[in-house]
């Protein structure tokens, strides 16, 4: 079994700054990809951020020039320090990651339990 779990999330006004990280454990044998989607209420889960295994970095939009993903692989976790935030930042975070687990030969999508980011003021 594969679990990831995020830290990290919280309440913070607009302007301000969040670290979230997320952890992968149990039987992996290597990560790909790794990547936050967030989800609003009443809208869609969209992706924030994406890092592949070499280190290549995709944003949304929205959140270019304010948001920055990062991987250790050493702790096979993944960050994602979001500057200068706004209250159209406001979801529940969620973490993802593309792992081969150990005796098998292809990888599978695992998600975190998801942590919520509110910009108020």
């Known amino acids: 079994q594969v679990q990831l779990v995020e830290s990290g999330g919280g309440l913070v006004q607009p302007g301000g700054s969040l670290r979230l990280s997320c952890a992968a454990s149990?039987?992996?044998?290597?990560?790909?990809?790794m990547g936050w989607y967030r989800q609003a209420p009443g809208k869609q889960r969209e992706l924030v951020a994406l890092?592949?295994?070499?280190?290549?970095?995709n944003y949304a939009d929205s959140v270019k020039g304010r948001f920055t993903i990062s991987r250790d692989n050493a702790k096979n976790t993944v960050y994602l320090q979001m500057n200068t935030l706004k209250p159209e930042d406001t979801a529940v975070y969620y973490c993802?990651?593309?792992?081969?687990?150990?005796?098998?030969?292809?990888?599978?999508?695992?998600w975190g339990q998801g942590t919520q980011v509110t910009v108020s003021s």
């Open positions: 993802n990651a593309d792992v081969r687990p150990i005796g098998t030969h292809y990888q599978y999508p695992y």
């Open positions: 890092i592949t295994g070499g280190g290549t970095t």
């Open positions: 149990g039987s992996i044998f290597r990560i790909y990809d």
